[in-house]
């Protein structure tokens, strides 16, 4: 069986996904967030070279969510909702070769 031909657009997208890649911050899970809160700032274990980075945010409550500062060494999140108790917040670091 032979894949299916890809139009331009879905292969446009395959080569971004291909050339984007994790960052020496890399990515946490289950970072605590304060509850009462609308904003968390992560600390990165390694500093990135600049701060042209992309970072994927999933959060444990819905909210809207928005990196609202970056720096080499961390990134601060805003979010639209208060955090409740027991807050948890996921993130992944990455970079585009484009």
């Given at each position: 069986m032979t894949a299916p031909m890809m139009n331009t657009r879905e292969q446009e997208q395959v080569r971004r996904l291909r050339i984007r890649y994790a960052t020496s911050g890399g990515c946490g899970v289950q970072i605590p967030v304060t509850a009462t809160t609308t904003t968390a700032t992560v600390t990165f274990d390694r500093e990135e070279a600049d701060?042209?980075?992309?970072?994927?945010?999933?959060?444990?409550?819905?909210?809207?969510?928005?990196v609202t500062v970056r720096t080499t060494l961390s990134f601060t999140c805003t979010f639209g909702t208060v955090a409740p108790a027991n807050a948890l917040l996921d993130f992944s670091i990455f970079r585009s070769e484009d």
């Open positions: 701060t042209n980075y992309g970072v994927h945010i999933t959060t444990s409550w819905l909210t809207t969510s928005a």
